[in-house]
């Protein structure tokens, strides 16, 4: 079994749709959570760290739900701009500092 | 901003050459990291580093060496280039050790394609 696990899609969605990406993870120790977004052959960068409490960052939601190990980030109203790969990120409780990465999930917003 | 140099965007090399990627940070992090990203495999870790001459294996280290001599620079080594080698290359920093989301986050270079013929 995969450390992080999402689905990779492709998801093809239309601009102003709403759209919701899931990731799980198998370390419950796990203790930091991200959101990162790569455009096509660019590096990855930031999007959101994920809260216990859930965030919310303009058009953007993250949810972490530690009992099922499970992280969500929901995109209201797309944009052409948010196509992109979004990876899902969660760090190695027995080794701090390191970052374990899922494969990603493409997104492509059409007109 | 925190700031993640690469030598080359793009480096075509020969089957065992030799090859250096550089890396620099220019935040004063303490760890440094090398990856690898190739299509259907994700990003892999190859290795890192959490101080000066300090290095630590990743996931696939086998075939490739680092060095930290000072802490705003990590060098990547392939000592003998194979086309297996052939891949997207980046470099990412971050904060320290101690845990929380903000001494964690990894900021990534602009990435290194190498072709190796």
């Known amino acids: 079994r995969k450390e992080v696990e999402q689905d990779p899609g492709p998801f093809n969605v239309p601009e102003g749709a709403t759209v919701a990406f899931n990731c799980t993870y198998s370390n419950s120790a796990s203790q930091s959570f991200f959101w990162y977004r790569q455009d096509c052959r660019k590096e990855p960068k930031l999007l959101m760290s994920v809260y216990s409490s859930g965030n919310e960052d303009g058009r953007f939601t993250a949810q972490l739900n530690r009992a099922s190990q499970y992280i969500s980030l929901l995109i209201r109203d797309s944009k052409l701009s948010d196509s992109a790969t979004y990876l899902c990120?969660?760090?190695?409780?027995?080794?701090?500092?390191?970052?374990?990465f899922g494969q990603g999930t493409e997104l492509s917003v059409k007109p | 901003d925190v700031k993640v140099t690469q030598s080359s965007r793009y480096l075509v090399k020969r089957t065992g050459e030799k090859v250096f990627l550089e890396c620099v940070q220019d935040?004063?992090?303490?760890?440094m990291f090398w990856y690898r990203q190739d299509p259907g495999l994700g990003l892999r870790l190859i290795y890192f580093?959490?101080?000066?001459?300090?290095?630590e294996k990743g996931d696939i280290p086998e075939g490739y060496s680092v060095s930290r001599e000072k802490k705003e620079r990590f060098s990547l080594i392939l000592e003998s280039a194979s086309t297996n080698q052939t891949s997207m290359y980046l470099c990412?920093?971050?904060?320290?050790?101690?845990?929380?989301?903000?001494?964690?986050?990894?900021?990534f270079g602009p990435g290194t394609r190498l072709l190796v013929l």
């Open positions: 935040m004063d992090h303490e760890n």
């Open positions: 990120v969660v760090n190695d409780y027995n080794q701090g500092g390191k970052l374990i």
């Open positions: 990412a920093s971050s904060l320290s050790t101690l845990g929380g989301a903000r001494q964690e986050t990894q900021y």
């Open positions: 580093s959490y101080d000066v001459k300090m290095k």
